[in-house]
């Protein structure tokens, strides 16, 4: 009787395999479907899932806008309705299944798309063009609007425009552009520039690279090849920029040198005529009441000696300065004459500084002490060099340039108590001589009195411990390290990085393997920022610095296991042999030639988490890995038909349910 059944039930079995879908299709339908899902009368499972029905998720699988759609969705999950409950099939090619109409006061807002503007103006079906179609129209302005720039602007359209009308672009700005407007450029109309026909050519393409692009000349080889922004501004044309006739006047026979940089254009080129000015219409006549001035000094200043020395005022004076002497020239004075040749920063000191006017003539022009420094200068270094084999001769660090930089160079600083090596040979000399309390130094002499206090620089007793400049970047690390450490005990004198004399076998740490090519800062971090590199108290443990590939499996339960209970510190982090006889499953027989993969798989311990190499096992069952040959599949009863009909024995094979 059993055997009849099962043979009765394995025909129809087969026998509804083998029959054409389609009638199937036809018996089972309760009706047409829509017009729009006509395509798959014969797919059923296009839609229903066994003994499910028609489901969300098989909807959502072609009608994916609805779940894009902000109100639609939002609307259906707050109701709790499958999507079959309100859009119904099965009733035939012409049935509807949609039908909303949405009130005259419904919030667009909803949608994710405010209609603002225009916008809210708008009729529906001017951008719902298609009957019940509501979702999944696009929001991009060129989906409703016809792009009248061609688009060589781009298609962002509201970079410029905003809803309320499309012209004037309220929302462009010419800063955006590649030319800015300034000055007098604000107050130009579009129009002026943007003449060319079609949207291309009035906004894109323009020339503006210089001021010929738009303007042209008003003097023919006026600007002697210079461009016109190197002398006039935007703001006006008639305004020029302080100093800019400098690069054009030296194009000129009149160079502007010394005081003459400085002068104001008007003072020179002002029209002698007023009246013939307003009568000179043309730019080439204007310019030329400019033109043809005299270089002669008189014929901008006034002689103060009245004629007394002739009109060779370059014999005694220089552009650089009224009472500036001009060393040199035929009937100048010449100061070498005196037997102290005036060089250097000697050269601008002004005469009264040496020749005091209060003295009798006699006095202030002869017989002044001039062949030590400090016959004029106050010693800065109060006796800190007298003990030297010069007794501190000015001259031997400084020179009648400048007093500073001094010309103590690194041979000479050699013979000093700290000899510069390394590093040190490129660090500024106020790095390590710091300016000194501000002291009035006392006149010496007829030495210049200082008009306020001088600090220098501090040459003698500077420290010469690493601390007495550099701040530890280590903060207390090292404090009470035994044996003591200072900064020479792993940096030297060369550069700061790399630590070049550290032996890391003095730690508790011995590096070994790929450990020994690990960058430092590998290992050494900053716990947080701000906060100095840690190298004391840094933990060893493998866990510190690498991740777990083994997803914790042996942290928890027991025994709890190490890294280096199985590895070791080698290039290569894989085990190059395995005792398995220490585990809870020895090998023995054919488990010895068994490859490890085929009991150790990836899984996924936790549901998020990526797939490791599962090692502990849990049950040790032979079921858990071998199919029974007594049984149809793992752990269960066989049935009696073939393994290619494991659909009928209760499940597919391979079933894992023992695996822990």
Not at 100 to 121: E, I, M, N, V, Y
Not at 139 to 158: E, I, M, Q, V, Y
Not at 584 to 605: E, Y
Not at 610 to 633: D, E, F, I, S, W
Request: charged share 25%; aromatic share 6%.
């Amino acid at each position: 009787m059993l055997t009849t059944v099962c043979a009765v039930a394995l025909g129809t079995a087969l026998g509804t395999a083998l029959a054409p879908r389609l009638a199937v299709a036809q018996s089972t339908s309760p009706g047409p479907l829509l017009r729009s899902h006509a395509r798959w009368d014969n797919q059923c499972a296009k839609c229903h899932e066994p003994s499910k029905g028609a489901t969300d998720a098989r909807c959502l699988d072609c009608h994916k806008e609805a779940k894009r759609s902000r109100y639609h969705w939002k609307m259906a999950q707050d109701s709790g309705k499958p999507c079959a409950k309100c859009h119904r099939d099965h009733q035939g090619r012409n049935f509807r299944a949609i039908r909303w109409k949405p009130k005259a006061t419904f919030d667009h807002g909803k949608t994710g798309w405010r209609l603002q503007g225009s916008h809210a103006k708008v009729e529906c079906k001017s951008c719902h063009k298609k009957p019940q179609r509501w979702m999944g129209e696009s929001s991009t302005c060129s989906s409703c609007h016809k792009d009248p720039h061609k688009p060589t602007l781009g298609r962002d359209c509201a970079s410029c425009h905003d809803e309320r009308r499309f012209a004037p672009a309220s929302r462009f700005f010419h800063d955006k552009a590649r030319f800015r407007l300034r000055g007098a450029h604000k107050e130009v109309a579009c129009a002026s520039c943007h003449t060319s026909r079609g949207a291309e050519g009035r906004y894109r393409g323009l020339a503006f690279a210089s001021c010929s692009s738009c303007h042209s000349d008003p003097v023919p080889k006026h600007s002697r090849g210079e461009r016109c922004e190197s002398c006039h501004v935007e703001r006006s044309w008639q305004r020029v920029k302080a100093g800019s006739g400098l690069k054009l006047h030296g194009l000129l026979d009149f160079k502007l040198v010394g005081k003459h940089k400085k002068v104001d254009c008007a003072d020179c080129h002002t029209p002698r005529r007023p009246a013939k000015l307003k009568r000179a219409r043309s730019p080439e006549a204007r310019l030329r009441l400019f033109t043809g001035l005299d270089d002669d000094c008189a014929d901008c200043h006034k002689d103060p000696h009245r004629g007394r020395f002739g009109d060779a005022c370059a014999k005694c004076h220089t552009p650089a300065g009224w009472k500036a002497k001009l060393a040199k020239r035929r009937g100048a004075f010449d100061h070498a004459r005196t037997g102290f040749a005036l060089r250097g920063r000697h050269r601008v000191v002004p005469c009264a500084r040496c020749h005091a006017p209060s003295l009798p003539y006699k006095k202030r022009f002869t017989n002044i002490p001039h062949e030590r420094c400090v016959d004029c200068h106050a010693d800065v270094h109060p006796g800190n060099f007298a003990s030297v084999t010069d007794q501190g001769d000015c001259t031997a660090c400084h020179s009648e340039s400048a007093f500073a930089p001094a010309s103590f160079d690194l041979a000479t600083h050699v013979k000093a108590r700290f000899a510069l090596v390394g590093a040190h040979r490129v660090v500024p000399c106020a790095g390590c001589h710091k300016p000194g309390p501000a002291e009035r130094p006392k006149r010496s002499g007829r030495g210049i009195r200082a008009r306020s206090p001088k600090r220098v620089a501090q040459l003698v007793g500077t420290d010469k411990t690493c601390e007495g400049c550099h701040t530890t970047p280590h903060g207390a690390q090292f404090d009470g390290r035994t044996p003591p450490a200072n900064c020479l005990t792993c940096h030297t004198g060369e550069a700061f990085r790399p630590a070049a004399k550290f032996d890391h076998d003095t730690t508790r740490f011995k590096l070994a393997g790929p450990h020994k090519a690990a960058p430092c800062a590998s290992c050494h971090t900053r716990p947080k920022a701000g906060a100095p590199v840690r190298f004391a108290g840094v933990a060893s443990a493998c866990a510190t610095c690498h991740s777990d590939p083994h997803a914790g499996q042996f942290a928890v339960g027991g025994p709890k296991r190490t890294c280096d209970d199985c590895h070791k510190v080698v290039a290569d982090f894989d085990i190059p042999r395995f005792d398995h006889d220490k585990t809870r499953f020895p090998l023995r027989g054919k488990h010895v030639q068994a490859k490890c993969a085929s009991c150790h798989t990836a899984v996924r311990l936790q549901p998020e988490a990526k797939p490791v190499v599962h090692y502990r096992l849990g049950a040790l069952a032979c079921g858990r890995c071998h199919q029974n040959p007594h049984t149809g599949r793992r752990g269960a009863q066989a049935s009696w038909l073939p393994g290619a009909l494991g659909v009928f024995d209760g499940g597919p094979r391979g079933d894992a349910s023992d695996d822990t």
